[in-house]
């Protein structure tokens, strides 16, 4: 069993910035794929940003590309989403996810991940 817990949202003004920090409990991220989703009120939950059970590699939403890093620190057991010039759509509730083993097809899908963390809120002002 994994348990994930999420911090580092918070308010920010837009073009501002943010990391959320994933933290896994007992073990570490390697050999998990880790994802990124956020839903905002109302809407239907998306995915923003993956990266593989190695580490090595990223998966982003055309949404954040160029403005959002993910990245991981092993030595941590911690995932973490930079998130850069920031907008007001951003807002939202975003999660962490995670899946063991190495499948790296279907990142993009909520139905993917096996543990979730408990999400954290990120409101971009205006």
């Known amino acids: 069993q994994v348990q994930l817990v999420e911090s580092g949202g918070g308010l920010v003004q837009a073009g501002g910035s943010l990391r959320l920090s994933c933290a896994a409990s007992?073990?570490?991220?390697?050999?998990?794929?880790v994802g990124w989703f956020r839903q905002a009120p109302g809407k239907e939950r998306e995915f923003v940003a993956a990266?593989?059970?190695?580490?090595?590699?990223?998966d982003y939403a055309d949404s954040v590309k160029g403005r959002f890093t993910a990245s991981r620190d092993n030595a941590r057991n911690t995932d973490y989403l930079q998130m850069g010039s920031l907008k007001p759509e951003d807002t939202a509730v975003y999660y962490c996810?995670?899946?063991?083993?190495?499948?790296?097809?279907?990142?993009?899908?909520?139905?993917?991940?096996?543990?979730w963390g408990q999400g954290t809120q990120v409101t971009v002002s205006s």
């Open positions: 007992g073990r570490t991220f390697s050999g998990y794929a």
């Open positions: 990266v593989s059970w190695s580490g090595g590699n990223t």
């Open positions: 996810a995670a899946r063991p083993g190495r499948l790296w097809v279907g990142v993009r899908r909520s139905d993917y991940y096996d543990y």
